[in-house]
């Protein structure tokens, strides 16, 4: 016969059960408080739904803990207690607890039901009982996780086996696929240590077969003296129990008996033990794999070209790289427990620069790692890009004040010539307009030589290499710069078998131009300028002489880079110019095959520049005779040198 009345559903069975059902998630808050619930504990369903359980008396609060952790893995536990009333009296009830897992295994939320005990007296003993060996697992769960070494952690859940449950041996078998292993003993002959067995023909694995969280084998239900634990005298009782960690079995908990009964009161120590034994397992394995991390990390930091530095909440110096070593010169024993030897930044994530004793200059950046309160520094050698900031600077500031003078002469005297043509003599007139020319050429040569260093800069420098006359390229090099000033006496000689040169003429042309313009500015005291040429070792050597400033001891290299003024640093800013001529100079050089390279003098300077020859080395008569008295420069010559008596006058 069917009936067509519908099912019950679980509303209706949760209103009508008789015993209190309360529903907690996996945050453990409150999400079920059936009609029972409430009469037993005496809150309302809307005063407790979304908080934590409020029944739970404080000093049973790790006991709650346990018995949640315990039937994580699916199993479920009962257990006598108390639980408080909403008016503050105290019950006792049987608690039951069970887990609901979600679709991939892990704990979704708990099922607790609620029970009151009717026999006072027997209750009120095992209350008592109860309190007493919570006050016992207290302590022994205390111990488990003073240390944070997993063995040493293993090592403690097997003493406290037979210090909480009364066993006479204990000891804990790790699961490791399908073997198991004893890792740790006590109370049972070193010798087990390390004793490894198939899981199938095991305890455990009949445990885990049997899907219960716990198991007691004895000698009338198999023969324990096949057992590697028959090295315990006497042993009649084995009761085990599984530790989970992080929902999984991690190994299993064996309490021996060889003296004592096993009652359900040592059983359930032991499941609660074992709770609590897969939290501090969990942990200890959490600290093991964050101190593998730390290792990898420091690793990782040791390995980076940066310097890297971890700073407590105080901002002392807990880690020091190698880099940071190597950058600041500060071995790690010296800085840590210290703060750094170096400003840190006011705001996060803010850089800022710092120059060393030793002249380097760091960049240093800081983050803050929210979870350790801890910060870390990062700081890197910038010396190479403040060094060119401070070129850039200079380079600014220079051609600035370069540019500004031939600007000045021109607007002035084109202002001149507009305001006042009609009152100027022809005369003057001229003139003005040839100073403006004049300072025109100039002020194209300082366009051209930064165009021309730019190109270098670039790589972008091309040069040809050509046969070329070098013997009168130099005569007419020397010739121009002559009469360019009265106090110098500039003499050339060469070898008569000079041979012909392979290069490029113009930018040859530029590079004698820019060392006899130097050596001219160089020596203001006036003074004799040798030019020479000769062959060594195939090549042509061509080397200038002059009797002015010199240069700064360690400055020989340094003059050809770039933004560099050679000569006395109390002369430069005197004697001007962009201290791009010898960098320009090396440059050219180079690019056809030769070099340029500075020397000091007893007085003044040496400028040495070599350039390719002729594969045919054919010798070259000179024209006129190699050494010459100053003499008229040539008419055609004149202007043009004189447009332009500090920069280079032939252009690439």
């Not at 028959?230 to 129990?241: F, K, Q, R």
């Not at 050509?466 to 002559?482: H, M, N, T, Y």
Request: aromatic share 6%; charged share 25%; hydrophobic share 40%.
């Amino acid at each position: 016969m069917s009936s067509d009345r519908a099912p019950l559903s679980a509303e209706t069975v949760l209103a009508a059960s008789a015993d209190a059902v309360v529903g907690v998630d996996g945050e453990r808050r409150v999400t079920v408080w059936n009609p029972a619930a409430e009469r037993m504990f005496g809150w309302a369903a809307r005063e407790v739904v979304g908080r934590e359980p409020p029944f739970v008396p404080a000093e049973l609060g790790s006991e709650f803990d346990a018995v949640l952790e315990q039937v994580r893995s699916g199993t479920s536990l009962s257990i006598v207690t108390r639980r408080v009333r909403s008016d503050g009296t105290v019950i006792d009830v049987r608690a039951s607890a069970s887990c609901v897992l979600d679709p991939d295994g892990g704990a979704e939320g708990w099922v607790l039901t609620f029970q009151p005990c009717e026999n006072e007296a027997q209750v009120r003993a095992a209350a008592m009982e109860r309190a007493r060996l919570v006050r016992r697992l207290t302590d022994v769960v205390v111990d488990i996780n003073a240390d944070l070494s997993l063995k040493s952690v293993l090592d403690r859940i097997s003493r406290s086996i037979t210090e909480l449950t009364g066993a006479d041996a204990g000891g804990f078998v790790l699961l490791n696929e399908d073997r198991v292993e004893l890792v740790s003993l006590t109370d049972l002959s070193d010798r087990l240590q390390g004793f490894s067995t198939p899981l199938e023909t095991s305890l455990f694995g009949e445990l885990l077969r049997s899907g219960k969280s716990v198991l007691l084998a004895n000698e009338d239900t198999r023969g324990l003296q096949d057992l590697v634990w028959a090295d315990l005298p006497g042993l009649h009782t084995i009761a085990l129990c599984v530790s989970n960690v992080h929902g999984r079995p991690y190994g299993a908990l064996y309490a021996l008996y060889s003296e004592r009964k096993v009652g359900h009161v040592e059983l359930e120590l032991l499941e609660l033990l074992a709770a609590h034994a897969g939290v501090a397992i969990g942990n200890a394995m959490a600290y093991e794999e964050l101190d593998l991390q730390r290792v990898h990390e420091q690793v990782v930091a040791d390995s980076s070209a940066d310097g890297i530095a971890v700073l407590d909440f105080g901002g002392r110096v807990r880690k020091w790289n190698r880099s940071a070593v190597e950058l600041t010169g500060y071995p790690a024993e010296s800085v840590e427990g210290r703060h750094p030897p170096f400003p840190l930044p006011a705001a996060h994530g803010e850089p800022i620069k710092h120059k060393l004793k030793d002249g380097r200059w760091l960049e240093i950046l800081m983050a803050r790692i929210p979870r350790t309160h801890e910060w870390v520094v990062d700081f890197r050698d910038i010396t190479a890009q403040r060094a060119l900031e401070e070129e850039q600077e200079f380079f600014l500031a220079t051609t600035g004040h370069e540019l500004r003078t031939p600007i000045t002469v021109i607007h002035g005297f084109a202002t001149t010539l507009v305001r006042k043509w009609s009152r100027l003599s022809p005369g003057s007139q001229r003139e003005a307009v040839g100073t403006i020319a004049d300072r025109s050429a100039t002020l194209a040569t300082l366009v051209e030589r930064l165009r021309l260093g730019s190109d270098v800069s670039r790589g972008e420098l091309n040069v040809d290499r050509i046969p070329f006359d070098l013997g009168e390229l130099l005569e007419r090099s020397v010739r121009a710069f002559r009469p360019l000033s009265e106090k110098h006496d500039m003499v050339l000689k060469t070898d008569d078998d000079l041979p012909t040169a392979v290069g490029d003429p113009l930018a040859t042309g530029m590079i004698m131009d820019q060392l006899l313009d130097n050596a001219i500015k160089f020596s203001p005291e006036g003074g004799t300028i040798n030019v020479s040429a000769r062959v060594e070792d195939g090549e042509a050597v061509v080397v200038v002489d002059d009797e002015g400033l010199g240069l700064v001891p360690g400055d020989e290299d340094r003059v050809f880079g770039r933004f560099v003024r050679s000569g006395a640093r109390g002369d430069r800013r005197r004697i001007g110019g962009l201290g791009l001529g010898l960098y320009i100079v090396r440059q050219l050089a180079r690019a056809q095959g030769g070099d340029v390279t500075a020397q000091r003098r007893e007085r003044g300077t040496r400028m040495r520049f070599t350039v390719l020859v002729h594969e045919d080395e054919r010798p070259h008569q000179h024209p006129e005779p190699q050494e010459t008295a100053k003499t008229s420069p040539s008419p055609e010559r004149l202007p043009r040198q004189r447009s332009a008596p500090r920069g280079a006058s032939r252009r690439p």
